[in-house]
């Protein structure tokens, strides 16, 4: 049911947009997600088609962009890309790793009328 509330979290952020920016369709909409956030597209496509209906985003084509994650290597002390959490270093294998990013759940772009 994660994917399910993040929907409605996304509806609820297009419904204050259209207060803000006066546009009363939602045609598209492009959602970046951490690669860390343990979201499954499909079912946030399924739900979205749900939480949608009859609101200002029915029908609205929902894009998902997985964002890479990215943790700080305290041996190396720099960025390193990786793809799940407790992944080794790549560079030096340690496990002393920080996410810094991939967690994240942002509208990246809307398509209104
Ligand atoms: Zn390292």
Known sequence: MHE???????????????????FVRVNRVCLEI????????EA???HFD?????????GAILEI????????CLPCGEK???RQYFD????CGS???????GEELRVQQLEVE
């Open 50 to 58: 749900a939480v949608t209906r009859g609101t200002l985003a029915e």
């Open 95 to 101: 496990h002393q790793l920080q996410v810094i990013r």
């Open 80 to 82: 390193v890309s990786i």
């Open 34 to 41: 951490g690669a860390l956030a343990g979201v499954e597209p």
């Open 4 to 22: 399910l509330s993040l929907c409605e979290g996304v509806l609820q952020i297009l419904e204050e947009q259209s207060g803000i920016q006066g």
């Open 65 to 72: 962009v997985v964002v890479p994650a990215q943790a700080w």
């Open 88 to 91: 080794a270093c790549p560079q």
């Open 44 to 46: 946030m496509r399924f």
